[in-house]
């Protein structure tokens, strides 16, 4: 197992959370295959570099869209100050990964399949998110794949 630490946790120095919490992506190497899971993260250069060539990249993905339209349909958005929106918003984007950022990063990583996880939430319920798939198969030409339980590889 090879490890990176990643772009969720990323602080201003000096703030009281910096250099306290740290995110990683693993990459497992086996007899014949190999597969890298990120977690949490934000674009990031060494994520792309550990994942170089893997066969199956699992990954986190959001929509930041979706997220606010369901924080407005519950008040939630409207409860955060103006500096919370930006602060929210400026994690959302640096911090986790679009889609289309998913099938740049596995564009540029070599991989040969991706397996979205952790999905952000949808407003409709019966949401197969098939619109992820799509939107990173602008950048990626291997096979994407929307997690499910129990899934195998």
Same mark, same amino acid.
């Given at each position: 197992?090879?490890?990176?630490?990643?772009?969720?946790?990323?602080?201003?120095?000096?703030?009281?959370?910096?250099?306290?919490?740290?995110?990683?992506?693993?990459?497992?190497?086996?007899?014949?295959?190999?597969?890298?899971?990120?977690?949490?993260?934000?674009?990031?250069?060494?994520?792309?570099?550990?994942?170089?060539?893997?066969?199956?990249?699992?990954?986190?993905?959001?929509?930041?869209?979706?997220?606010?339209? &369901?924080?407005?349909?519950?008040?939630?958005?409207?409860?955060?100050?103006?500096?919370?929106?930006?602060?929210? &918003?400026?994690?959302?984007?640096?911090?986790?990964?679009?889609?289309?950022?998913?099938?740049?990063?596995?564009?540029?990583?070599?991989?040969?399949?991706?397996?979205?996880?952790?999905?952000?939430?949808?407003?409709?319920?019966?949401?197969?998110?098939?619109?992820?798939?799509?939107?990173?198969?602008?950048?990626?030409?291997?096979?994407?794949?929307?997690?499910?339980?129990?899934?195998?590889?």
């Amino acid at each position: 197992m090879t490890a990176v630490e990643n772009t969720h946790f990323r602080f201003e120095p000096g703030t009281p959370p910096y250099g306290k919490y740290k995110s990683f992506s693993y990459r497992f190497d086996t007899l014949g295959r190999s597969f890298l899971f990120t977690g949490d993260t934000g674009w990031s250069d060494a994520v792309i570099d550990l994942a170089k060539g893997a066969d199956v990249l699992v990954t986190e993905v959001t929509d930041t869209d979706d997220v606010i339209g &369901l924080m407005k349909r519950n008040g939630a958005w409207q409860a955060k100050s103006e500096s919370e929106q930006e602060g929210w &918003l400026r994690h959302m984007h640096e911090e986790h990964v679009t889609p289309e950022e998913v099938g740049r990063l596995a564009a540029q990583a070599g991989v040969k399949t991706v397996v979205m996880t952790h999905l952000s939430p949808s407003s409709d319920p019966n949401d197969d998110f098939t619109r992820y798939a799509i939107a990173a198969k602008k950048h990626f030409s291997g096979s994407v794949l929307i997690a499910k339980d129990l899934m195998k590889f």
